[in-house]
């Protein structure tokens, strides 16, 4: 069975820093896309960026490239999305995902529960 | 960037109607790579369709995705009661591989 299993809810300060994490089982880590992405409070879904395990290639949105930085260690079949210096515009709930079908850009198939950030002074 | 526009924002519907969602994009997807979401309050969302007409596995055939080039509707035959949530789509044919802003199915 696919799983993708994120870390817990985070609250942070503006200006420190922060790495979440999405372990996946179940599948092949290295063959399949992972994609994040965020959702503000109220609002609707905004792709972020994706990353192919198997050899980090990464592809950014405009929006979010050099604002966040995607990851991954295949070694340990895990995810990761971090900040380098949070802002309160920052506040989200976070989603990893898994593409649908491997060796390609597809759809998204499978998803992790979300990790909840806030970040307030 | 391919800027994807759903309408309506709000449909309110009745349990055993249809439900007609479109998402227009603001050019040509390529390859029909066009994906819809079910997303439910307080949840992760859920894939529904893929390749403008395909269901993922698990969905129920009165979910209908239909279209081409830059218009593309997913159609919900007949309502059932856990059928009310939010639809995304989302294109994955061009980076980045946005999503629409989403409409809101609630009950009449």
């Known amino acids: 069975e696919v799983q993708l299993v994120q870390s817990g809810a985070e609250v942070k300060k503006p200006g420190e820093s922060l790495k979440i994490s999405c372990k996946a089982s179940g599948y092949s880590f290295t063959y399949y896309w992972i994609a994040w992405v965020r959702q503000m409070p109220g609002k609707g879904l905004e792709w972020m960026g994706i990353i192919w395990p198997g050899d980090s290639e990464t592809r950014y949105s405009p929006s979010f490239q050099g604002q966040v930085t995607i990851s991954a260690d295949k070694s340990i079949g895990t995810a990761y999305l971090q900040w380098s210096s949070l802002k309160a515009s920052d506040t989200a709930m976070y989603y990893c995902?898994?593409?649908?079908?491997?060796?390609?850009?597809?759809?998204?198939?499978?998803w992790g529960q979300g990790t909840l950030v806030t970040v307030s002074s | 960037e391919i800027v994807l526009t759903q309408s309506p924002g709000t449909l309110s519907l009745s349990p055993g109607e249809r439900a007609t969602l479109s998402c227009r994009a603001s050019q040509s997807v390529s390859n029909n790579y066009l994906a819809w979401y079910q997303q439910k309050p307080g949840q992760a969302p859920r894939l529904l369709i893929y390749?403008?007409?395909s269901r993922a596995t698990g969905i129920p055939d009165r979910f209908i995705g239909s279209g081409s080039g830059t218009d593309f509707t997913l159609t919900i035959s007949r309502l059932e009661p856990e059928d009310f949530a939010g639809y995304y789509c989302q294109q994955y044919g061009n980076s980045p591989y946005t999503f629409g802003q989403g409409t809101k199915l609630e009950i009449k």
């Open positions: 995902a898994r593409h649908t079908f491997g060796g390609a850009v597809t759809s998204l198939g499978y």
């Open positions: 390749g403008v007409s």
